[in-house]
């Protein structure tokens, strides 16, 4: 799968096709832009009807991402759909760079900056 105009791309990495190996650069526009980022993505064996467990494996700095590469979003929870492909996941986690939840942070400290230089006050 790729989808090189938008910046995104996986392949299965392996025999396994339960675990694919993607790629995301960063919008246009977002402090993300020229960055490239590898993610892992594990399908379980009831895939499409439970979603996939996606990682960073490039280190991420930001409000919805772990130290660990866990992202925190809501289609890889509850507001997963069996209509959402691999595209539509990567898409989805490239959207996520430029438009981070801050108030559903795994990383407080990215976050609290966030909302600092969007001129919020962050909460203690």
């Known amino acids: 799968m790729s989808s090189g ?11 396994s096709i339960f675990t694919w190996i993607g ?3 960063g919008g246009e526009g977002t402090m993300y832009e020229g960055l490239s980022y590898k993610l892992s993505l594990r399908f379980p064996l009831d895939y499409p009807f439970k979603p996939p467990q996606v990682k960073f494996e ?14 925190c979003l ?7 759909s069996s209509a959402y ?6 898409l989805s986690v ?13 990383n407080t400290y ?5 909302n600092n230089k969007e001129g919020k006050v962050s909460k203690p």
Request: include cysteine.
């Open 85 to 90: 492909d691999c595209r539509t996941i990567l």
């Open 23 to 25: 790629t995301i650069k």
């Open 110 to 114: 990215a976050a609290a900056l966030w």
């Open 94 to 106: 490239q959207s996520l760079l430029g438009e981070p939840n801050p108030e559903s942070p795994l």
């Open 58 to 71: 490039t280190t991420c700095f930001h409000p919805n991402v772990d130290q660990f590469g866990n992202i």
């Open 5 to 15: 105009d938008l910046g995104v791309s996986a392949f299965p990495e392996g025999e």
């Open 74 to 80: 809501d289609i890889l929870q509850d507001k997963w």
